[in-house]
């Protein structure tokens, strides 16, 4: 298996590029380019249907043979507002060009045509509160499955704050058994603040035949190919990621670690 841990490739540019070939698995794929002003990003989706993200920052945005202007609102990721996204269906192309210094998430899965391309967000996002104690986080669901606005894609923006765990209780969804659980691949796209900062997110599954803890900075990408996928923000650092899942059914279904199954029931 692929190593889970991906750090960026580059400075600016393209910086992760994450490919069904290059992670082994079948469905999910997910690039992250950093901007400068002036600076542009463009792609042929081919079979893959596709959603921008501005994670941060603003860029004139051209997609699907229509001209969506500029796209972007938040400079800074920290400031928690909703995102501009939109979603770009397969057999279409996009261009993106840096109206500020940006980046720019790029989630990518099968598409098969039934959507049309549209705004995503700041509209129809809120920023809602999931957790109790050091479990709170705050979840943009830009994508999930709420919203019909895709084929394939699942996608969504975490915010953990400092001495907080997130993605927890452990939870896996790596079995195609719908209603109980379906398999869905996941990338996490980590940011930490301050930018030295780190964080902490373990993938291991209940037979041990998985079980990698790493430590995750500013920009990387973790896998999640199978198990469970709980991260940690340490006292002193914020933590943010953009998840990005797609299977064969785009559905959200999982089933937690009986290790932890407790604190559900103790807090429901």
Known sequence: MKHLLR????????IQNITPENAGWSYVGFDVYRLATGERAE?????NEVILVLVEGRAHITAADK??????????VWERTPPHALYIPNQTSWKAIATTDCVLAVCKAPGQGGHQAQRLGPDGISLDERGKGNNTRYIHNIAMEGRDVADSLLVTEVFTPNGHWSSFP??????????????????YY??????????????????????????????DVVLVPKGHHPCAAPYGFEMYYLN?????LR???FQLDPAVAWIVERDS
């Open 7 to 14: 750090k960026p490739e580059a400075i600016t540019g393209r």
């Open 43 to 47: 792609d042929i989706c081919g079979d």
């Open 67 to 76: 001209d969506w202007g500029e796209m972007g609102e938040r400079l800074s």
């Open 170 to 187: 452990s939870h896996r969804h790596d079995e195609d058994n719908y209603p109980h659980i379906t398999y869905l691949e996941e990338t």
């Open 190 to 219: 980590h940011r930490i603040a301050p930018e030295d900062g780190f964080g902490i997110q373990r993938v291991y599954t209940e037979d041990g035949s998985l079980d990698e803890t790493m430590s995750v900075k500013d920009h």
């Open 244 to 248: 990005v899942m797609a299977g064969p």
């Open 251 to 253: 559905k959200w279904r």
